[in-house]
């Protein structure tokens, strides 16, 4: 270890902040020091805890501190935030009114509960978005805002206004279903050691040094609960940097890391600034990005690490353009200097970036994996077998009661259910409370049968589970009895099929785990899935290029990274006049991407982008403005779409160049030295170089073509209009006899 290193892993009593830049080695300080605390100073693990921000970080701790001192290290707790603290919780749920097996939430689960009351309350969902009262929820729990409060201090239009009725509905249906959401692993902690004391102290005894990563990152419930824990002791360590506080969206403060010396007076700060990760080009750009924000702490990265590559600017014509050049580059990295293909990464701001690279990687035959799309465990077949499980453990479930009673259908309709829900309403009870004495409803005699017989499997499976009965072996009862497996067998389409094979590859997950878990529960398995993250989800030993958000690959690091999307109002996003602090954020997130990279690191920009349906000229990023101009060299290359290019003058609209109409273009050849290929459209006339008459814009050529099909786009450069981007479909063009 280095000194600073050293001086993090050895202060072992009071308050301690590492201030860790990008690449300075945190998580082996923060291994070393556990590993210090048990051996040297001679701590038990039972008495650290270890909050992290991913369940990856907890696990390559957890390695690590093994491969350091073997079995000292068992009785750690050591996890997220969300997953110690559902464990706290399910020892001491009943003390605010739960039992132990309480169903987990995800964001999807939540805003279903709320559809379902906004339908009660007779607002339209289509009108009044489930998701937009979800988060307005959501951020008021992350500030400890119970529904009482929002109500009377936080209404000022009509959808807080119907935010706070729904609110208010929504946490008594909660405690009705025994049910929380990751909202609540936060806030619920905090009540239950605000109303008794003495289960605070218990923990705060248990929990002698307390150790946190990614302080940056922490929102004023995570704020207030560790700190909860710490007052007693004070023996708490934070580790984070604040240039990498990037999730204000989500409720994280960045306060939290800039105030820890006014909230700890006695606390020591020890900055980690050698970086081991980039090339000093890499990091000498970082710094000139990162430097001109004004909110943060002050500290002066530095590597021993080579000078390296320049940094290299592509700038592209088009999306499909950039997508193209990138893939052409990771393939020249792989021939010249023997890269694999999980050796690269591409970062964008938003997900919808990605699947112009993955048409790029699949013309190719590169292989990739896309980090952050739909989860396994959030397809619909997946969640109905989970459905199912979920009732074994929690039948109060009631988003999985609703969601598989009729799943495959069993002629419980609409009518029914609604029938069913309003007499829960009616008579204050939980909606399986109805069900399960389906025989006292006023329901149409056979839809009281079907729901008997669904009750009575159900309640049999439960049996058998508590019987000894593997999950795994109730899982296959259970899309046996159900008819669900069925269904999807008879239905025999592509989909459907695949549906089918996504549902056998829940069974192994569920085989993997009753193999390599110590005492398996159905309860366990459950909690862990609702905890897995994009980032848990990443496989860095697969082979292939990774595509991801920026704000997904926090943590991690690849000798090759594309930065792409560098324009204005794409990244740095919804930048307003005087948003400051929006753009503060954006920069670091930009300064978080730059930092991914080892060895090269590309940024790229489009001039042109599809938007709405109609191509719209782009402004480069202000950030490639701050970048130091001495790290950088820009590329411009010969612009190429689908396997085909053009020449350079026929493809930036910025040039002001005098074309001469008449004269044919000729497309390049392909040579040693460039990756061009000629035009080859068939019998399509409308070729490049072709002369044509448009209504309204009059003559001109054909001066660049993209795309295919009914996406077939033409570049028309006009004798008296200039050029236009057109749609082939629909510009109604006419050829010129030449």
């Given at each position: 270890?280095?000194?600073?290193?050293?001086?993090?892993?050895?202060?072992?009593?009071?308050?301690?902040?590492?201030?860790?830049?990008?690449?300075?080695?945190k998580t082996r300080v923060l291994t070393y020091r556990i590993a210090y605390l048990l051996q040297q100073h001679h701590a038990m693990p039972q008495n650290i805890l270890a909050l992290t921000f991913t369940n990856k970080a907890a696990r390559e701790m957890q390695d690590r501190i093994r491969n350091l001192i073997g079995e000292k290290a068992t009785g750690l707790w050591m996890g997220t935030f969300h997953s110690i603290f559902s464990k706290i919780l399910r020892f001491e749920a009943d003390k605010i009114g739960y039992s132990s097996k309480f169903s987990i939430y995800d964001t999807s689960d939540s805003e279903n509960a709320i559809k379902l009351i906004l339908k009660e309350l007779s607002f339209d969902p289509k009108e009044i978005k489930p998701k937009t009262i979800q988060r307005k929820i959501s951020d008021a729990k992350n500030q400890l805002i119970n529904p009482d409060t929002y109500k009377?201090?936080?209404?000022?239009?009509?959808?807080?206004?119907?935010?706070?009725?729904?609110?208010?509905?929504?946490?008594?249906?909660?405690?009705?279903?025994?049910?929380?959401?990751?909202?609540?692993?936060?806030?619920?902690?905090?009540?239950?050691?605000?109303?008794?004391?003495?289960?605070?102290?218990?923990?705060?005894?248990?929990?002698?040094?307390?150790?946190?990563?990614?302080?940056?990152?922490?929102?004023?419930?995570?704020?207030?609960?560790?700190?909860?824990?710490?007052?007693?002791?004070?023996?708490?360590?934070?580790?984070?940097?604040?240039?990498?506080?990037?999730?204000?969206?989500?409720?994280?403060?960045?306060?939290?890391?800039?105030?820890?010396?006014?909230?700890?007076?006695?606390?020591?700060?020890?900055?980690?600034?050698?970086?081991?990760?980039?090339?000093?080009?890499?990091?000498?750009?970082?710094?000139?990005?990162?430097?001109?924000?004004?909110?943060?702490?002050?500290?002066?990265?530095?590597?021993?690490?080579?000078?390296?590559?320049?940094?290299?600017?592509?700038?592209?014509?088009?999306?499909?353009?950039?997508?193209?050049?990138?893939?052409?580059?990771?393939?020249?990295?792989?021939?010249?200097?023997?890269?694999?293909?999980?050796?690269?990464?591409?970062?964008?701001?938003?997900?919808?970036?990605?699947?112009?690279?993955?048409?790029?990687?699949?013309?190719?035959?590169?292989?990739?994996?896309?980090?952050?799309?739909?989860?396994?465990?959030?397809?619909?077949?997946?969640?109905?077998?989970?459905?199912?499980?979920?009732?074994?453990?929690?039948?109060?479930?009631?988003?999985?009661?609703?969601?598989?009673?009729?799943?495959?259908?069993?002629?419980?309709?609409?009518?029914?259910?609604?029938?069913?829900?309003?007499?829960?309403?009616?008579?204050?009870?939980?909606?399986?409370?109805?069900?399960?004495?389906?025989?006292?409803?006023?329901?149409?005699?056979?839809?009281?049968?079907?729901?008997?017989?669904?009750?009575?499997?159900?309640?049999?499976?439960?049996?058998?589970?508590?019987?000894?009965?593997?999950?795994?072996?109730?899982?296959?009862?259970?899309?046996?009895?159900?008819?669900?497996?069925?269904?999807?067998?008879?239905?025999?389409?592509?989909?459907?099929?695949?549906?089918?094979?996504?549902?056998?590859?829940?069974?192994?997950?569920?085989?993997?785990?009753?193999?390599?878990?110590?005492?398996?529960?159905?309860?366990?398995?459950?909690?862990?899935?609702?905890?897995?993250?994009?980032?848990?989800?990443?496989?860095?030993?697969?082979?292939?290029?990774?595509?991801?958000?920026?704000?997904?690959?926090?943590?991690?690091?690849?000798?090759?990274?594309?930065?792409?999307?560098?324009?204005?109002?794409?990244?740095?996003?919804?930048?307003?006049?005087?948003?400051?602090?929006?753009?503060?954020?954006?920069?670091?997130?930009?300064?978080?991407?730059?930092?991914?990279?080892?060895?090269?690191?590309?940024?790229?920009?489009?001039?042109?982008?599809?938007?709405?349906?109609?191509?719209?000229?782009?402004?480069?990023?202000?950030?490639?403005?701050?970048?130091?101009?001495?790290?950088?060299?820009?590329?411009?290359?010969?612009?190429?779409?689908?396997?085909?290019?053009?020449?350079?003058?026929?493809?930036?609209?910025?040039?002001?160049?005098?074309?001469?109409?008449?004269?044919?273009?000729?497309?390049?050849?392909?040579?040693?030295?460039?990756?061009?290929?000629?035009?080859?459209?068939?019998?399509?006339?409308?070729?490049?170089?072709?002369?044509?008459?448009?209504?309204?814009?009059?003559?001109?050529?054909?001066?660049?073509?993209?795309?295919?099909?009914?996406?077939?786009?033409?570049?028309?450069?006009?004798?008296?209009?200039?050029?236009?981007?057109?749609?082939?479909?629909?510009?109604?063009?006419?050829?010129?006899?030449?």
């Amino acid at each position: 270890m280095n000194e600073q290193q050293h001086a993090a892993v050895t202060h072992t009593k009071g308050p301690l902040l590492i201030v860790a830049g990008a690449g300075s080695g945190k998580t082996r300080v923060l291994t070393y020091r556990i590993a210090y605390l048990l051996q040297q100073h001679h701590a038990m693990p039972q008495n650290i805890l270890a909050l992290t921000f991913t369940n990856k970080a907890a696990r390559e701790m957890q390695d690590r501190i093994r491969n350091l001192i073997g079995e000292k290290a068992t009785g750690l707790w050591m996890g997220t935030f969300h997953s110690i603290f559902s464990k706290i919780l399910r020892f001491e749920a009943d003390k605010i009114g739960y039992s132990s097996k309480f169903s987990i939430y995800d964001t999807s689960d939540s805003e279903n509960a709320i559809k379902l009351i906004l339908k009660e309350l007779s607002f339209d969902p289509k009108e009044i978005k489930p998701k937009t009262i979800q988060r307005k929820i959501s951020d008021a729990k992350n500030q400890l805002i119970n529904p009482d409060t929002y109500k009377t201090k936080f209404v000022q239009s009509t959808l807080d206004d119907i935010a706070a009725r729904v609110f208010e509905i929504y946490e008594v249906r909660m405690r009705q279903t025994n049910a929380m959401d990751f909202d609540d692993l936060l806030i619920k902690p905090v009540k239950l050691f605000r109303e008794h004391p003495d289960v605070l102290e218990k923990y705060q005894d248990k929990f002698r040094h307390i150790l946190i990563d990614e302080y940056q990152d922490t929102n004023h419930a995570q704020y207030k609960v560790t700190k909860m824990l710490a007052e007693k002791y004070e023996n708490i360590c934070v580790v984070g940097d604040d240039a990498q506080s990037i999730y204000s969206f989500r409720g994280a403060d960045i306060s939290n890391i800039l105030n820890f010396k006014s909230d700890y007076e006695s606390a020591v700060e020890v900055p980690l600034e050698q970086n081991y990760r980039s090339t000093k080009f890499i990091l000498q750009c970082a710094d000139s990005v990162i430097k001109r924000n004004e909110k943060q702490i002050q500290k002066t990265l530095w590597t021993n690490n080579a000078e390296g590559e320049t940094i290299t600017l592509l700038e592209n014509f088009d999306e499909r353009d950039e997508a193209n050049r990138i893939v052409n580059h990771i393939t020249n990295l792989k021939y010249r200097q023997g890269y694999e293909n999980n050796d690269f990464a591409v970062l964008y701001r938003t997900n919808y970036q990605s699947r112009i690279f993955e048409e790029a990687f699949r013309r190719k035959n590169i292989a990739y994996q896309l980090v952050g799309g739909l989860s396994f465990y959030q397809r619909k077949e997946v969640k109905d077998v989970l459905a199912y499980l979920t009732l074994l453990v929690n039948p109060e479930d009631e988003q999985a009661l609703l969601r598989i009673i009729n799943e495959p259908s069993r002629g419980i309709g609409n009518k029914t259910l609604n029938d069913v829900i309003k007499k829960a309403r009616g008579e204050n009870k939980r909606v399986w409370n109805i069900v399960n004495n389906v025989e006292t409803a006023d329901l149409y005699k056979p839809a009281k049968e079907r729901i008997g017989l669904f009750v009575k499997m159900i309640d049999n499976l439960r049996a058998e589970l508590e019987g000894g009965v593997s999950i795994l072996e109730v899982t296959k009862k259970i899309l046996d009895q159900s008819g669900y497996m069925k269904a999807l067998v008879e239905e025999n389409s592509a989909q459907s099929l695949t549906r089918r094979d996504n549902v056998l590859e829940l069974q192994n997950a569920i085989a993997y785990y009753q193999q390599n878990t110590k005492n398996p529960n159905l309860a366990s398995f459950l909690q862990e899935l609702s905890l897995i993250t994009d980032t848990d989800k990443y496989d860095e030993n697969k082979p292939a290029v990774t595509l991801m958000t920026v704000h997904a690959s926090k943590g991690l690091e690849f000798p090759a990274v594309f930065i792409v999307g560098l324009e204005e109002n794409l990244f740095p996003m919804g930048a307003r006049e005087g948003e400051e602090a929006n753009i503060e954020e954006e920069r670091r997130l930009f300064y978080v991407a730059i930092t991914r990279a080892q060895k090269h690191l590309f940024f790229s920009y489009s001039k042109m982008r599809f938007k709405y349906g109609e191509e719209q000229r782009q402004a480069r990023s202000r950030f490639l403005n701050e970048v130091d101009s001495g790290v950088v060299r820009t590329e411009t290359g010969a612009t190429i779409f689908q396997n085909n290019s053009v020449d350079d003058e026929a493809t930036d609209p910025s040039m002001e160049i005098e074309y001469d109409w008449k004269s044919p273009i000729t497309s390049k050849k392909p040579s040693a030295t460039t990756s061009s290929y000629t035009y080859e459209y068939d019998d399509d006339p409308f070729r490049v170089g072709a002369l044509v008459i448009h209504s309204t814009f009059g003559a001109g050529k054909i001066v660049q073509r993209n795309g295919s099909g009914n996406d077939t786009r033409v570049v028309v450069f006009f004798k008296n209009r200039g050029q236009k981007t057109l749609m082939l479909r629909a510009a109604k063009l006419r050829l010129i006899n030449q």
